[in-house]
């Protein structure tokens, strides 16, 4: 079935030390999405990228970097964690074709990264 | 701008109950509506949609529709299960926006047996 994957499902890491989640997806879709969701709250986009352009959100903290190496694979680096960035990293996926056919409006989401930082 | 207004929770219901979690949008356009579920340790789910004005989006017992005129899109069930329990994110998006989604709050819904 076609999906969005992410690995680890649980990651421990340590005050200032550098991780990187992973997301593959077999959708084909063009835009792909990271988000940080903690607590009892809604997810917050944290960037997308649409095919190769990345695009950042505002308010998302210079710590966390990103890369697409091709369109199946995003990764999420954050360079130095704090005990502020423990949360659930979920990867989402969507194709957007400018209203062009076929485009979605939906975005599928991954099962979620659980960052643990000690 | 954009938002979604979604009532709080937790909702607490008996087993065979009637569901309903209200959402309310603001938004420029023609938004689609979402209903996403997220059991406890796990990613978003899409539970349905709806992307036109009067549309009626249903999935596993559950419905909801777009409702232009009062800018709403009430979740509803007719009779909850204890495997419903769980957070539900109601969202919008558009299309032009590179499918950017504005969440609300999300509701938890807790269902005893």
């Known amino acids: 079935d076609a999906m969005v994957i992410q690995n680890p499902r649980y990651q421990v890491t340590q005050f200032g030390k550098p991780v990187t989640l992973s997301c593959s997806q077999t959708?084909?879709?063009?835009?792909m999405y990271w988000y940080q969701q903690k607590s009892s709250q809604a997810p917050k986009l944290l960037f997308h990228y649409y095919d190769k352009d990345f695009n950042n959100e505002a308010d998302t903290p210079d710590n966390f970097q990103s890369r697409r190496p091709n369109t199946s694979f995003c990764f999420l680096d954050i360079r130095s964690p704090g005990l502020g960035d423990a949360a659930m990293y979920l990867c989402a996926t969507s194709r957007d074709n400018s209203g062009r056919a076929p485009s979605t409006d939906t975005q599928y989401f991954g099962p979620g990264t659980r960052l643990t930082v000690l | 701008g954009d938002s979604v207004t979604q009532m709080e929770g937790p909702v607490t219901l008996s087993e065979e109950a009637f569901l309903t979690i209200n959402c309310t949008y603001t938004?420029?356009?023609?938004?689609?509506l979402f209903w996403y579920v997220q059991y406890p340790g796990e990613g978003l789910q899409l539970l349905l949609k709806a992307t036109k004005a009067d549309d009626k989006g249903s999935n596993k017992g559950f419905e909801a529709t777009y409702r232009k005129e009062t800018t709403s899109f009430h979740l509803e069930k007719g009779s909850v299960q204890v495997s419903d329990s769980a957070v539900y994110f109601c969202a919008l998006s558009k299309i032009y926006n590179f499918n950017k989604f504005y969440f609300g709050s999300g509701t938890k819904l807790n269902v005893k047996p």
């Open positions: 959708l084909n879709h063009n835009v």
């Open positions: 938004a420029t356009g023609y938004p689609s």
